[in-house]
């Protein structure tokens, strides 16, 4: 069973920059998507972006450009590179982790940015 570990949330101003990384228990490799996802109050959880084994990236419409996600199959994590940080990107941010056989959720790590 695959664990997720999240880290690099926290508090910025907008414009600002953070960089969020998740860590897997297992071997990247055997993972077929990780991704991040995200929910602030009131609303649903959202896509931010995801990345496939074979590196191949997607993004919520209200990060591209802004966000790039990458991946270190050597060190089994996943890094979310959030610049031009606006308001409206406040939210807890959740790591996923996609097998053939599961779906894993990170604990979350809370990202506020303030005007």
């Known amino acids: 069973q695959v664990q997720l570990v999240e880290s690099g949330g926290g508090l910025v101003q907008a414009g600002g920059s953070l960089r969020l990384s998740c860590a897997a228990s297992?071997?990247?490799?055997?993972?077929?998507?990780m991704g991040w996802y995200r929910q602030a109050p009131g609303k649903q959880r959202e896509l931010v972006a995801r990345?496939?084994?074979?590196?191949?990236?997607n993004y919520g419409d209200s990060v591209k450009g802004r966000f790039t996600i990458s991946r270190d199959n050597a060190k089994n994590t996943v890094y979310l590179q959030m610049n031009s940080l606006k308001p409206e990107d406040t939210a807890v941010y959740y790591c996923?982790?996609?097998?053939?056989?599961?779906?894993?959720w990170g604990q979350g790590t809370q990202v506020t940015v303030s005007s």
């Open positions: 996923n982790a996609v097998t053939i056989t599961q779906v894993t």
């Open positions: 990345i496939t084994s074979g590196g191949t990236t």
């Open positions: 297992r071997s990247a490799f055997s993972i077929n998507v």
